[in-house]
């Protein structure tokens, strides 16, 4: 039997559709039947009808039918479908004929264009003859057609043409060859559908008609037959609720059957068909669960019909191609717009398939490993006359016989070893690999890691079997990343196995080596002997001779891998190779540690190369070499130990490079760092351990870093979540998983042996001058030299800090905008042993607030380390934080000639500014002058001097100014008169002479002047007698422009009497005089 066998016919898959005929169309030579054809085919949207047309001649031969039968009382059936059945109805059989000719209503010539019409007619009739298939006509015309009723000739001239055609009106159709030939086509197509479809009822009802002859004793399998028949119709008929429902029918009947080992076969691949029918038009009505449900049933009922046991392998065949079908059904409803799930999803049923397929495989090994003197069966029992089966799922020598005796023994046996024999040459690998390869697509699709990695390992072992050893390697080493870093040694131990059998049968030098290395390791679950195989071979592959085969290989392929090892070592070439063992676990491990996170420059740099090996035996490296991000410091770390080829598996434990299993070796390295990397780090960016030598083959480990593998992290964070109590080992030994790498360290500069004081008085007052004293005195055995100060705001604070906070070294100068808040690098020379200098800065602060300085020293030394002489260059800062305060407060307001308060003050009238300075500062102050600087809208009384000179003040004393002014009538001004400023020169009581005179500038707030009309003001002596006149004048002032009367009234005293006028009327601008008595002492009112 073929390979092809268990594929499910065309025919089955494909979506039945109506098959309509179209003859009388010249599409090769006749541009306008060319045109028609290609509206019929050409770009059919999904909203068409669902037609299948085909072109043929008005005389081609259909299938005869068979004259139809009037009892089945003596019909025995020899099968269940016929081979050729489906495709006999999908395109052999037509449910319409249609005959095309052109023909108009006007044609002149109507008579004998009439009869030739009928005769092409006739001719289909008769190729037609006993089916039920409908005729019909279409004309081909020039014109466009007038509406039915207007045209008489066309009516009476369609009657005449139907009656000699033997048509019914329905059955003729008009095509006017116009620009709108598609919409007609359409219309067109929607009629012939119409017909079709009563084509398929009429069959359905005619193999219905057949039931009530058939009994269920010799009939069973035309039940099954004519059930299938009527769902196949249906669909054709585009019914599929009621081809559904047939179907499930049929496949109940097809159980029915009485199975024997004869019939088995048969009733198993008609149950296939049908149950794929079930299930894609479950899909097709969106029931899905439905679809899985019918094939979990025909699962069920159909996997433990096995069939002869010499066949078994068919079995699982059929077994393969079910899982594989519905898998394809699924995938096809998905892209259709089907959701799935993770845990539901095609991949399953192609991985079942898969299965199935290595099942098949495994018995096939078995059932058909004839001897080679073993012939193929001559003549051939699995052929035909046809070439083809009567009858699906039946056997090529016995078809048609359905007895469950076997007639011909011999002749079974002979056919049982033709289909042996041509399942030996089936290429079982390639079926599985590609239904695995639809597993892995599905399983990635729907993000299943772990499904996808099993399936590509199983993969990669089918590519081993099919000797596609590249193949193999390219799978296996994809899923090892996965197995590695999820910690599961048992699955990456097997699939390293497959992998070094690959790579040993192709003689890939480098893999061989790589998974050797790792199959040694303790991510390894290989027992000791065959690890110790595995380093035996190691060992040889480094002493450039061929290792032994690994066991379990095809005996052809490692003799052909045998010669590729011979070619190997016959070949000059590289024979230094490096693997970096980042990706994998090796047999050795490596961890670098730094024995501090920063060393100083003068102080020798110290690290721990710790390793360990997992292997066998005792193995000796020859050289171990670590690299650095600074390559200058690379030759101080190696080591290197001469050793012959034969010597690495040596038991011998003396040596640095000896690595006993399990056991820990720390190897001490130490270098001097340059004085160029101070403040740099110092990175170990891998160490190198070289297994084997040049004279035969060198492997080289390299590990990125510190060190540390694929396995390294998830066994660290293991060993950090145990609670296990480590045993106790001698004092020259640690344990591995304490050791944490360090592959770092900063080189930060020596220790200064100098001391920086700082000397101050706090806090800062705005705007002076502050000294800050710096003393640097050297401590070191021996000079120190170009010794360099950087002093001023530390660098990092608030900008605002930075622009309003200027340094300078001379306190003579007063600071302005242009000088720097930090100054750099100032040179102060150099120091001897115990030899101390002085430094005055002086910071000026414009804004109050916490400022924190940097006074940073550095200078150079000679110095000695591991008898090499080095310059270190060395520094110390200090740092303070100084607060600025303001140095005083300055009160301002305006009173009266009598001192009474003032809220505004009158144009022309005199007052008094009084000014009151309280000190802040917790130090004495000076005020050395002050000035007043006075507004052009003011004017002063009297000269203005300051009255506060040289006073100095001491903390919450005040110092006290009045002046009084005057201002002139300037009009309604709002918001007020500006006064001007008041200007306090001073400085700190215990500053120096040559420090500059502070100045502060303070503005005099706005006063509001008020214009009166008329001033008063009285001239009285300033105490009086009693009994003795005392002379009182007022005066008048009009400060308007009018002449204005005012009436003057006096109150009564009981401590005076006055002579005068006691109510007056006079001008405003006047005087008058009134002599007051005085009657009684003391202070009084008048």
């Known amino acids: 039997m073929s390979p092809t066998q268990w594929d499910f016919p065309v025919e089955l898959c494909c979506r039945p559709m109506a098959f309509v005929t179209l003859t009388g169309l010249d599409v090769v030579y006749n541009a306008v039947h060319r045109a028609v054809w290609d509206a019929f085919c050409a770009n059919r949207r999904a909203d068409r009808v669902p037609i299948s047309f085909k072109v043929l001649p008005g005389d081609h031969e259909y299938p005869k039918c068979r004259p139809k039968r009037t009892s089945y009382e003596w019909y025995i059936p020899k099968g269940i479908l016929k081979t050729g059945w489906m495709n006999k109805h ?114 359905i009802r005619r193999v219905k008609s057949h039931k009530e002859f058939l009994n269920k004793t010799t009939h069973q399998l035309l039940f099954v037959r004519h059930q299938f028949k009527i769902a196949f119709f249906s669909e054709l008929k585009q019914d599929t609720q009621n081809a559904l429902k047939n179907y499930r ?66 079995h699982d065949a059929w077994m393969s191609k079910q899982f594989q079908a519905f898998g394809d059904l699924f995938d096809e409803a998905i892209k259709l717009g089907l959701t799935a799930i993770q845990t539901q999803n095609p991949g399953f049923y192609y991985q079942q398939a898969a299965y199935y397929a290595q099942e098949r495989k495994q018995l096939a090994k078995t059932l058909c490993n004839h001897e080679a003197s073993v012939m193929y069966p001559n003549p051939d029992p699995l052929e035909t006359q046809t070439g083809v089966l009567d009858f699906y799922g039946q056997r090529s020598w016995r078809q048609g016989i359905l007895s469950f005796d076997l007639s011909d023994p011999e002749k079974e046996k002979v ?92 003689a890939q030098l480098k893999d061989y080596i790589t998974y050797s290395l790792e199959l040694l390791g303790r991510a390894s679950t290989l027992k000791d002997d065959q690890k110790s195989r595995i380093e035996k071979n190691l060992i040889n592959v480094l002493m450039n001779e061929s290792p032994d085969p690994e066991p379990d290989c095809d005996i052809l392929a490692v003799k052909t891998a045998q010669k590729l090892w011979a070619d190997r070592i016959s070949l000059a070439g590289s024979n230094i190779f490096t693997i970096g063992v980042q990706d994998f676990v090796p047999f050795v491990q490596c961890k670098a540690k730094f024995h501090a996170p920063s060393f100083h420059v003068d102080v020798p740099v110290q690290f721990d190369i710790y390793l360990k090996a997992d292997c066998p035996h005792p193995i000796r490296f020859s050289k171990l070499c670590v690299s650095f991000n600074n390559q200058e410091y690379n030759q101080f770390c190696v080591i290197e130990e001469a050793s012959k080829a034969n010597e690495v598996l040596e038991n011998l434990t003396q040596g640095k490079m000896c690595l006993v299993p399990g ?33 035969g083959r060198c492997v080289v480990l390299n590990w990125q870093g510190g060190g540390g593998d694929a396995a390294s992290s998830q066994e660290a964070l293991q060993a950090a979540r145990s609670f296990k109590r480590r045993p106790k080992l001698p004092d020259n030994e640690v344990h591995w998983d304490s050791i944490i790498i360090q592959a770092s360290t900063m080189i930060i500069s020596r220790v200064p042996n100098i001391s920086v ?18 003393t640097v005195q050297s401590h070191e055995k021996t000079q120190i ?139 004495a102050l000076t ?66 002479e040559n420090i500059p005179i502070i100045t502060t500038v303070i503005t005099l707030p706005h006063v509001i002047v008020e214009n009166i009309p008329l001033h008063v003001n009285a001239d009285l002596p300033s105490f009086g007698r009693v009994r003795e006149s005392l002379p009182v004048k007022y005066h008048l002032q009009n400060k308007t422009d009018l002449v204005q009367d005012v009436e003057i009234s006096v109150e009564p005293s009981d401590a005076f009497m006055f002579s005068g006028l006691k109510q007056i009327r006079l001008p405003a601008q006047a005087f008058y005089t009134y002599q007051y008595f005085c009657q009684a002492t003391g202070s009084t009112h008048g």
């Not at 298939?133 to 009723?149: D, M, N, R, W, Y």
């Not at 004081?757 to 710096?774: D, K």
Request: charged share 20%; proline share 4%.
């Open 927 to 992: 005020i050395v002058s002050s000035e007043l600087q006075l507004a052009p809208s003011m004017t002063t009384v009297d000269q203005l001097e300051s009255q506060v000179d040289n006073v100095i003040l001491q903390t919450g004393e005040s110092a006290s100014e009045c002046f009084c002014l005057q201002c002139p009538s300037l009009g309604n001004i709002e918001g007020g008169v500006a006064t001007g400023h008041y200007i306090i020169s001073w400085k700190r009581t215990s500053a120096m």
């Open 90 to 203: 999908l395109n052999l059989v037509p449910a319409l004929v249609v005959v095309f000719y052109e023909l108009d209503w006007d044609e002149p010539q109507w008579k004998e264009k009439q009869s030739e019409c009928a005769t092409r007619v006739e001719i289909v009739r008769q190729s037609l003859q006993g089916r039920n298939t409908k005729v019909a006509v279409v004309l081909i015309q020039k014109k466009t057609p007038l509406p039915p009723g207007e045209d008489v000739i066309a009516s009476e001239r369609a009657a005449a043409l139907c009656n000699a055609c033997e048509l019914s009106g329905k059955s003729l159709f008009v095509l006017p060859h116009t620009d709108h030939l598609v919409g007609y086509i359409i219309r067109l197509e929607n009629a012939f559908y119409e017909h079709a479809q009563t084509y398929y009822y009429t069959e």
């Open 415 to 506: 056919g049982i070893l033709a289909i042996q024999l041509k399942e030996r040459n089936v290429v079982h690998s390639e079926i599985i690999i590609t239904l695995l390869s639809n597993a892995v697509a599905q399983f990635k699709k729907y993000k299943c890691p772990r499904m996808k990695s099993h399936l590509m390992v199983q993969m990669g072992e089918e590519y081993y079997y099919a000797k596609d050893y590249t193949k193999a390697l390219k799978l296996l080493d994809y899923v090892m990343c996965d197995y590695r870093s999820e910690g599961w040694w048992t699955l990456l131990t097997s699939v390293l196995t497959t992998a070094l059998k690959c790579s040993y049968l192709m």
């Open 249 to 314: 029918t049929a496949y109940n009947l097809v159980h029915e059957l009485r199975a024997h080992e004869t019939n088995i076969l048969e009733i198993k691949t008609m149950a296939g068909f049908i149950n794929y029918k079930i299930c894609r038009l479950c899909f097709q009505h969106n029931t899905p669960l439905d679809a899985i449900a019918q094939f979990r049933k025909h699962i069920d009922l159909c996997k433990k019909k096995i069939g002869s046991a010499e066949l078994s392998f068919e």
């Open 663 to 695: 056991k820990t070796r720390k190897l001490l390295f130490k270098f001097v760092a340059k004085t160029e990397d101070v403040g740099k780090k110092i990175e170990i960016t891998s160490v190198d351990l070289a297994l084997g030598n040049e004279t």
């Open 785 to 923: 030299r170009d010794v360099k100060l950087t002093a001023g705001l530390k660098p990092g604070q608030d900008a605002n800090l930075t622009q309003k906070t200027h340094v300078t070294l001379h306190g003579t100068e007063l600071c302005d905008e242009s000088y720097p808040a930090l100054l750099t690098d100032i040179p102060v020379g150099d120091l001897h042993p115990g030899e101390q200098l002085e430094k005055m800065l002086y910071v000026r602060c414009g804004t109050v607030g916490s400022r924190m300085f940097l006074v940073y020293v550095s200078y150079l030394i000679n110095t000695t380390v591991e008898e090499k002489e080095i310059v270190c260059k060395c520094h110390k800062d200090e740092t303070v934080t100084i607060e600025t305060v303001f140095p005083f407060d300055v009160a301002v307001k305006f009173v009266s000639t009598k001192f009474e308060h003032l809220e505004r003050v009158y144009a022309d009238i005199p007052f008094l500014l009084m000014t009151d300075l309280l000190s802040a500062s917790p130090w």
């Open 757 to 774: 004081h700082l000397l101050h008085e706090p806090p800062a007052l705005t705007n002076e001058m502050y000294c800050l004293v710096v």
